[in-house]
């Protein structure tokens, strides 16, 4: 068997590592393996075992300061089954460790602990406003090549913005103090140090600021309603508008455009009998009187036809003449002695003559007289 020992500056190191065990051992399965190690005070070592169900498997360990081999004392178990173990760690070491299956050598791996860092939260950060620049700080941690990210966004803002420094100390430009800001930290490995596989911390709680001050939060709900309302506003507004644009063209359309009156309605039995024909229909209309006047207009009487009355009899040489009472005379048509208007003058019957009724009118007439209306 053969161990590696790789310094901790220049560690070839592996997020999943998977080690394949040389001659006969190498049929016995591959195990994926992950290490992290939290802020050099615990390293977690975890395998994927899915070949092994069934089997608990056995993780033997040795660091630097240690003498002797010892077995996990605290495994990490999957389904009642070792699938990993936790170990506690002081100072940056070199960790090697042998998992068993019973007898059966499946693994054995040297490494630094520091390839798989994991560094703690920032924790306490504090905030100093200068106008339009704010300065965040907290303490730093207690080894070196380090990175501490800011990230920050108001409440406008959709995406968090970032500034890093090597130490716990970093000065943010831009920012408008009226504003309420939503800050938060976190701490990252350099890579040229420590290499790829390390891991950034947790993110630190997200603390609020405006105008200088702690806030427990930004008030987003209260800005929220005041949105909706200036919304729904503006909305009103434009439906508005657009009604009344839509009123004045329709006040505009009639003023330039009047609407044609249908002479369908004027003009009735024009296309239902006579299919528009004018001339036809005026041909079965014109002698077609209408009965019914208006009510309340002026009483107009044309002449009537005058009620004729010849008589055969030598007392009659001339036609009567006389109009119907339907038609009261005015005060300048008696004044005017137009004998059309005069009213009839009772007829002396002859002897032997027939009396007759016609139209309020009284006759007598003989057997040689006729009557023409």
Known sequence: MRTVLLPWASAAVFLLATVTVSGDEALEGVLQLQMINFNFEAVQVTWNASQYSGTNLTFLYKLTSDETDSQCSNYILQQSRTAGCLLEAKEDEILCFSIWNGTRLLLNKC??????????????????????????????????????????????????????GETCNVTT???????????????????????????????????????????????????FPKFILVSGMVALLTVSLLLLSLWKVQRVKKLLMPSVPDPKFTFPGLFESHQGNFQEWIKDTQNVVPLNKVEGAEHDCGPEEALVVHLATAEAEMPLMTTGPSCPQTKEEEASGDPSQLPGRPLQGGGGGETVSLGGFTFVMSDNSYVML
């Open 173 to 223: 430009d831009g920012l408008d103090a009226e504003k309420c800001y939503f800050f938060r930290a976190r701490v990252k490995t350099m890579e040229s140090s420590y290499g790829p596989d390390t891991y950034p911390s947790d993110w630190s709680e997200v603390i609020h600021q405006q105008k200088g001050e702690l806030r427990d939060s930004c008030q987003e709900k209260k800005l």
């Open 111 to 164: 490494q630094w602990i520091s390839a798989y860092l994991k560094p703690s939260s920032p924790k306490d950060l504090n905030f100093q406003w200068h106008q339009e620049a704010i300065t965040v700080t907290c303490s730093d941690l207690p080894y070196k090549r380090l990175l501490y990210e800011i990230q920050y966004k108001s409440m406008f803002d959709t995406e968090w913005q970032s500034k890093e």
